[in-house]
């Protein structure tokens, strides 16, 4: 039995390109005359519905929600020292892109800290806000879930930190 095979209906479950969706359940299909359990998650968010064959969920990057102390050591990233290197922006966004597709939320947190600007720092251009805030309601959706809050109080908290770490 496979580890997929854990995920039963009403389940918050993180894939690692959309972030965290709901499992609807298990459903069976045909494709080109192959049988198919899919499981069937939704994305409010963004309204979207996916279906992921569970023989290759694991291999997907489907994961169930972090622990408890996965999400500490996300919160404790944000609240360290930005590390903003001085490469091509193109290149750190790529590798921020990377980072936020990864579904890992500590890689995710790194993302929001090294994007964060505080109101006394340089602005940022367009697309470092837009990484910024994918990185951040990624995160957030997934700490709301983690720990039961609403995602507009995850997101007020998450950056409440994010400003009391960079005074």
């Not at 209906?9 to 080109?32: C, F, L």
């Not at 979207?48 to 102390?69: E, T």
């Not at 892109?97 to 940022?124: H, T």
Request: glycine content about 6%; charged content about 30%.
């Amino acid at each position: 039995m496979s580890k997929a095979m854990t995920f039963t209906k009403g389940d918050h479950v993180v894939y690692p390109t959309h972030g965290v969706g709901k499992v609807q359940g298990i459903e069976e299909t045909e494709v080109a005359g192959e049988k198919l359990e899919l499981i069937i998650i939704e994305f409010d968010k963004d309204r979207m519905i996916l279906r992921v064959p569970v023989a290759k969920a694991a291999n997907s990057g489907l994961r169930s929600l972090s622990s408890p102390d996965i999400m500490k050591d996300a919160l404790k990233t944000l609240k360290g020292k930005s590390r903003v290197r001085r490469t091509m922006w193109s290149r750190r966004a790529q590798e921020y892109e990377a980072k936020i597709n990864s579904g890992d939320p500590i890689a995710i947190a790194e993302v929001v800290r090294d994007l964060f600007r505080n109101a006394n720092q340089p602005d940022q251009s367009y697309s470092e806000r837009q990484l910024y805030q994918a990185a951040l309601d990624r995160l957030a959706r997934e700490f709301a879930a983690v720990e039961e809050l609403g995602e507009e109080e995850a997101i007020e908290k998450l950056e409440t930190m994010l400003e009391k770490a960079a005074a």
